[in-house]
């Protein structure tokens, strides 16, 4: 096993459990693009090398050995979207590909610069957490702080006429981050979630005033938080469709504007 493939599923496995606090080899292999019988032969080498462990019913978690060396890869790789984005204005959708091609070369030392001239920031263009390096150095630390849990819940879940803010999108879909940045859901944005039509249809949001209609499976790829203003008063979105004015398939509008 090559040593970029090791990389590929610590980091892999690392996302898994800050999103939900395991990961399975389903999850792996839909993540990676792989097989299950691929992640399964991976897996088994992770866990003689002391990087994983199952448990009994094949869930896979890291151990604090291995938590260590996928944070510490991971910090890299925030890093460097940071600055590819920040610094030399990359656009958000080409950041994590250019930032793994670049990871294995990026040396500890070399991190610790670029998180210096960054201004040590909290999180990545995509409001991923960046790993601090102070907490992956100790020995003893609680794995908990190496892959804290993501913030809020999947938009797709969200209850309508609740107002929310955007805190993270997920990196790895590029043609996804382009159509989320496309109608502006990035990381501190603020949305009402407007309703869920039924039967699989999109869920609506609304931002800046404007109406947007969204896939389930890209609703899926943003997390939110609920802000302090709370839900929004009467169902105003179920207000305006008895009222014939909300008209599907045209972004923004009402009838009889």
């Known amino acids: 096993m090559s040593r970029n493939t090791a990389t590929n599923y610590l980091k892999a496995i690392y996302a898994e459990v800050s999103a939900s606090g395991v990961a399975t080899g389903k999850a792996l292999a839909r993540r990676l693009r792989v097989t299950p ?23 896979i978690s890291l151990t604090p050995k291995g938590f260590r060396e996928a944070a510490r890869v991971v910090r890299k790789h925030r890093l460097l979207e940071t600055f590819l984005h920040s ?11 250019e930032a793994s091609a670049l990871e294995a070369v990026v040396s500890d030392t070399l991190a610790e610069r670029l998180d210096e001239f960054l201004g040590r920031p909290s999180r990545d263009p995509h409001g991923h957490p960046i790993p601090r390096d102070e907490l992956i150095s100790r020995k003893r630390q609680a794995v908990s702080d190496l892959a804290p849990r993501a913030a809020g819940c999947s938009l797709e879940d969200a209850t ?13 879909d590029e043609e996804a981050v382009r159509r989320l940045a496309h109608y502006g859901i990035l990381p501190g944005t603020p949305l009402v979630v407007l309703e869920a039509e039924p039967y699989g249809g999109p869920l609506w949001v609304e931002i800046r005033g ?24 009467g169902s105003d979105a179920a207000t305006r469709r008895r009222k014939g004015r909300f008209v599907h398939g045209r972004l923004g509008s009402e009838a009889g504007r």
């Open 37 to 59: 019988a691929t992640v399964s032969a991976v897996v088994k080498r992770l866990e003689r090398e002391g990087m994983i462990q199952r448990g009994r019913r094949g869930e």
């Open 87 to 97: 610094t030399l204005g990359y656009p958000l959708e080409t950041l994590h590909s």
């Open 160 to 172: 309508p006429g609740g107002r929310f803010v955007v805190c993270e999108v997920d990196d790895e």
């Open 210 to 233: 404007s109406r947007i209609p969204l896939a389930k499976g890209l609703a899926g790829k943003v997390r939110v938080e609920r802000t302090a203003g709370g839900a929004r008063r």
